[in-house]
């Protein structure tokens, strides 16, 4: 089976940076596409980073490029979302989750998140001061 579990989350304030974790088991990480994803009370679940399973590949959203970078680490089956210059409009759940059905690109994947079959179970994040 495949199993993700998402770290990192808490509460920050605004401008405030974090790190979220998503450790992989019972498959190699490298074998799928990952991405990061959020969703808001109230709001539909919308894609924020998503990495390639080969060559490094990333997307980001419009709203967060140029503060979130989205990293692998093969050797420890992890992938990271390391987020800078937190806005309170950043506050969500996220999820990561592994393309398992081989969507054709990874921007494909951050943008159809009805797509995507393998999820993990959350962290919250708050921006609040």
């Known amino acids: 089976q495949v199993q993700l579990v998402e770290s990192g989350g808490g509460l920050v304030q605004p401008g405030g940076s974090l790190r979220l974790s998503c450790a992989a088991s019972?498959?190699?990480?490298?074998?799928?596409?990952i991405g990061w994803f959020r969703q808001a009370p109230g709001k539909e679940r919308e894609g924020v980073s998503c990495?390639?399973?080969?060559?490094?590949?990333?997307y980001y959203a419009d709203s967060v490029k140029g503060r979130f970078t989205i990293s692998r680490d093969n050797a420890k089956n992890t992938v990271y979302l390391q987020m800078n210059s937190l806005k309170p409009e950043d506050t969500a759940v996220y999820y990561c989750a592994a393309d398992t059905l081989g969507i054709s690109t990874v921007q494909a994947m951050c943008v159809m998140p009805h797509l995507v079959r393998s999820w993990g179970q959350g962290t919250q994040v708050t921006v609040s001061s």
């Open positions: 990495i390639s399973k080969r060559d490094g590949s990333t």
């Open positions: 019972g498959f190699a990480l490298d074998y799928y596409a």
